[in-house]
């Protein structure tokens, strides 16, 4: 029932501040319950609404180690928008841990609305 609900407040915020045809609706909604079995954080998926309708090319990364996430758009490419989204989520990493390692480091979990992980 509270997917349902959230599923409803998705589309009708969603159907009130754009148009989306009934498609793109599809995708989204789609794209976010994927999405909720890999972003670790609810901030992160918070996060991910705004992503989604972003302009290409676009790239979200998310730490390996917590809930923490960052992403870039409107590049030129996706291997720039993946190498300014790893950038930024490294240097959120770095204001709480002394370095990135293989361990605390970040990953591309998507790019241009394909989940890659």
């Known amino acids: ?3 349902v609900i959230g599923l409803l407040t ?3 915020g969603l ?3 754009s148009s989306l045809s009934q498609a793109d609706l599809e995708g989204y909604s ?3 319950e994927k999405g909720k079995t890999i972003l670790k954080s609810n901030i992160a998926v918070e996060k991910f609404k705004k992503y989604y309708n972003a302009p290409n090319h ?3 990364a998310q730490s390996k180690i917590n809930g923490a996430g960052a992403y870039s758009t409107n590049m030129t490419n996706s291997e720039f928008a993946v190498e300014s989204a790893l950038e930024k989520c490294h240097l959120r990493l ?3 841990y002394k370095e ?3 361990r605390v480091s970040c990953e591309i979990v998507n790019i241009d609305n394909q989940w890659v992980k």
């Open 15 to 17: 159907a009130s501040c």
């Open 1 to 3: 029932m509270i997917k």
């Open 58 to 60: 676009k790239a979200f």
């Open 94 to 96: 770095l204001k709480k």
């Open 30 to 32: 789609k794209s976010l």
């Open 100 to 102: 990135i390692t293989e």
């Open 10 to 12: 998705v589309f009708i």
